[in-house]
């Protein structure tokens, strides 16, 4: 099990005042994924390449259809 209880949690800076938004953390090799109004709650998690992907998806809006 991977420990995100020290982990530098962040958001994106384009983040609503909604507080509708996800945070994410790097430990070692992974990525963790949180809901940021739950920070006690569940973290998915991902390898690094995994994450990079999506995020490289997301940039060039792939998943757009999704909405």
């Known amino acids: 099990m991977i420990d995100f209880s020290y982990a530098t949690w962040r958001k994106s800076t384009k983040t609503q005042q909604s ?3 996800v945070e994410v953390a790097r430990v070692g090799e992974v990525v963790g994924v949180r809901d ?7 973290v998915l998690v991902f ?4 994450f990079a992907s999506f995020l490289n998806g997301a940039t060039k809006g792939e998943f757009g259809d999704l909405l």
């Open 47 to 50: 390898r690094k390449g995994e």
């Open 19 to 21: 507080g509708q938004c």
């Open 36 to 42: 940021s109004k739950d920070p006690h709650g569940p």
